[in-house]
Antibody, heavy 121, light 109 residues
Framework: EVQLVQSGAEVKKSGESLEISCKAS????????ISWVRQRPGKGLEWMGI????????RYSPSFRGQVTISVDKSTTTAHLQWSSLKASDTATYYC??????????????WGQGTPVTVSS | EIVLTQSPATLSVSPGERVTLSCRASQSVNRRLAWFQQKPGLPPRLLIY???TRATGISARFSGTGSGTEFTLIISSLQSEDFAVYYCQQYDTWPPSFTFGQGTRLEIK
């Protein structure tokens, strides 16, 4: 069974750093792209970027390039999303969906449960 | 960046009705268009990809049509569990910027 289990809720202050995680299981981790998606409270979905765990090929949405870092650890089959300096506007729930098949041009089929991040100013 | 515009923003319907949701792209995305359903407090669920392919385990009352810039999600005979927010997403661009539409909320009339 494919599962993506995300790390727990975070409460941070502006300017702090943060890394959240997405632990994958039930499939060959290196064969499928993983995206990150943001959803601010009461708002829609925003696509942030993707990574291919096989070779760590990473692409970012123009809106998020330079704002976050996406990475993977193949040894633990875990994807990570990192901020070096949080802003109040980063308050949101973050999801990590695994793509359909092995294509980068594909939507997320299996989704983590979401990690709520609250940033206070 | 490709902009996806969903209409209507909100739709009030009765159980048993047939529903048509629209998603329009600012430029062609070929057939690289997906539909998701999201209920409060839960992650999105993939319903349709490649414009018309049902994802695994999705009921046949969900169907998708379209190509290029005009896409439609059809829900035949609405069930109580179908009341949710629906999003479309394009995944055609490279370098990737796989944008979502703003969503359509289905409400019980």
């Amino acid at each position: 069974e494919v599962q993506l289990v995300q790390s727990g809720a975070e409460v941070k202050k502006s300017g702090e750093s943060l890394e959240i995680s997405c632990k994958a299981s039930g499939y060959i981790f290196t064969n499928h792209w993983i995206s990150w998606v943001r959803q601010r409270p009461g708002k829609g979905l925003e696509w942030m970027g993707i990574i291919y765990p096989g070779d760590s090929d990473t692409r970012y949405s123009p809106s998020f390039r330079g704002q976050v870092t996406i990475s993977v650890d193949k040894s633990t089959t875990t994807a990570h999303l990192q901020w070096s300096s949080l802003k109040a506007s980063d308050t949101a729930t973050y999801y990590c969906p695994r793509h359909v098949g092995d294509d980068s041009h594909a939507p997320g089929e299996f989704w983590g449960q979401g990690t709520p991040v609250t940033v206070s100013s | 960046e490709i902009v996806l515009t969903q209409s209507p923003a909100t739709l009030s319907v009765s159980p048993g009705e047939r529903v048509t949701l629209s998603c329009r792209a600012s430029q062609s995305v070929n057939r690289r268009l997906a539909w998701f359903q999201q209920k409060p407090g839960l992650p999105p669920r993939l319903l349709i990809y490649s414009a018309s392919t049902r994802a695994t385990g999705i009921s046949a009352r969900f169907s998708g049509t379209g190509s290029g810039t005009e896409f439609t999600l059809i829900i035949s005979s609405l069930q109580s569990e179908d009341f949710a927010v629906y999003y479309c997403q394009q995944y055609d661009t490279w370098p990737p910027s796989f944008t979502f539409g703003q969503g359509t909320r289905l409400e019980i009339k």
